[in-house]
């Protein structure tokens, strides 16, 4: 069972069960809520940061602005098939699940056993929270809460219950917008400034959690940026206010009772709150949110490329004088960047106008821009900083604005060495092609043995790579492959740079000169 959990809150066959696994990020199964280190919280006095205090010592009057505005969201659905009991695709063998097996073992964190499949039922109920941005019954929750619903109510907090409809949602950012019509003006919430927020800042969060009734939790930013790898927006708040099942799509709220964040995920080794949550940033969420108020989804932009950083190696090896923007590994053929012009090699530093610090900023300023849109890139090719045009496509669910490939292979043949960099090196026979399943025009040297004690490793280099370039020139073979190595350590350069086919991606591998 995966540890990192959608805070959604499920009733199969109108009785309360585990939570739902749907959406970009997995969740796991909760039984319990905590509170631990409220008091603690609500007790400390501190230093005002970024204008953030406990007014007198107690959250009461943040409460009494805040929570008249947030809501139960109750949906009904049907039965996935090849589901859980409670809904969820999360069986142990699950894409999903598979992925969260790996993302967190390889970090070393432990993976709680998956529960037993239970009896389906033909009808579940989900249970998630949201609040209300529009006195004429505009409410904003989170996608996953949801998701695949036939019918929508809302539970306001006098406890008055309307039907809602779905007025749009995108999964991308996991946010939705709900409509409801009430007899009169419904109490609202502002949204609040997400990037004042600053670690060790107050916020209070305000939910259903488990279906108990609104609960608030009070704790205090934990970490801003985290990266959850759900999606090329990921940038959430992390919080230590305990969340749960049935808090996902709540407001965070930081003392002055304003939204800057919306409750959506949490990491749990054991399925209840442990203090790791996290939270949709409200300057992202609310920009959102304004377009779906518009009715529908939201369209994203797509460029075409495969992007990896630029190391500290990558950038010695290139000739750039500091790492920064985004490298370009790949092109997809026939995408706007192939036709803008953009090649192999390229590192993108600046988009529309917007410096590229890192792929995550790049794969969000393409995702920002309609499509259609004709948009300047800054790019650092050969030693020089040009500008291209491109005219920005339209991202469809099959496509990435950008990813970085993984993925190993089985290894290859006996061959060539290259010492200084602990590669042994083997060309492309047909018998190899067979078994790394290479097309017929495959051309480059393939990684037969990976000295463990060399650079070759460090640098992350497999057995089964295939060198298709070396410092951005083509090689057909193991001997044309040492060859330029060897050259690029005569020329005096600190790292050789090699164009690599791993699997279905292509990746740039700096990988430093060192005597041996």
Known sequence: MSPLSILRRHRVAALLGAALII????????????????????????????????????????????????????TVMKAQPGTMGDGSPFDGNSPFDQYFQQFFGDQGIPMPKTPPQQ????????????????????????????????????????????????????????????KIKASKPLPTVKW???????????????????????TVTAGIVSARGRDLHSGPFDDFIQIDAPINHGNSGGPLVDVAGNVVGIDTAIYSPN???????????????????????????IEYGYLGVQIQP????????????????????????GSPAAKAGIETGDVITGFGGQEIKDPKDLSRAVADVSPGAKETLDVWRNG??????????????????ASNGEGGKPSAEQGLRVPSLGLGLTDLTPDIREQLNLADNQRGAVVERVNPDKAASAAGLEPGDVI?????????????????????GKSGKKSVLLLVDRGDAQIFVAVPFAAG
């Open 384 to 401: 020089k900083v040009m500008q291209i045009s491109a005219d920005v496509g339209r991202n469809t669910e099959d496509q990435k604005t």
């Open 468 to 488: 298709v370039a070396v410092d951005r020139t083509p090689v057909k073979s193991a001997r044309q492959a040492n060859q330029a190595i060897a050259e690029a």
């Open 310 to 333: 630029v190391t500290q190696d990558v950038a010695s090896a290139i000739g750039l004088d500091h790492p920064g923007g985004a490298l370009v590994a790949a092109v997809t053929d």
């Open 119 to 178: 009896q389906q039922s033909q009808r579940q109920e989900a249970l998630g929270s949201g609040f209300i941005v529009g006195s004429d019954g505009t409410i904003v929750t989170n996608n996953h809460v949801v998701d695949g619903a036939t019918s929508i109510k809302v539970t306001l907090d006098d406890g008055t219950e309307l039907p809602a409809k779905l007025v749009g949602h995108d999964a991308k950012n996991d946010l939705a917008v709900l």
């Open 23 to 74: 959406s970009p990020v997995v969740v796991s199964f909760a039984q319990n809520s905590g509170t631990a280190g409220l008091s603690n919280v609500v007790a400390t006095t501190q230093t005002p940061v970024a204008g953030i205090t406990a007014p007198n010592g107690s959250f009461a009057p943040v409460v009494a602005t805040a929570k008249p505005a947030v809501v139960t969201v109750t």
């Open 271 to 297: 399925g209840g709150s442990v203090g790791v949550g996290f939270a949709i940033p409200s300057n992202q969420a609310e920009k959102v949110v304004a377009k779906l108020m518009k009715g529908g989804n």
């Open 192 to 214: 609040g400034d997400s990037d004042r927020l600053m670690t060790g800042d107050q916020v209070l969060a305000i939910g259903n959690p488990f279906g108990i009734g609104t």
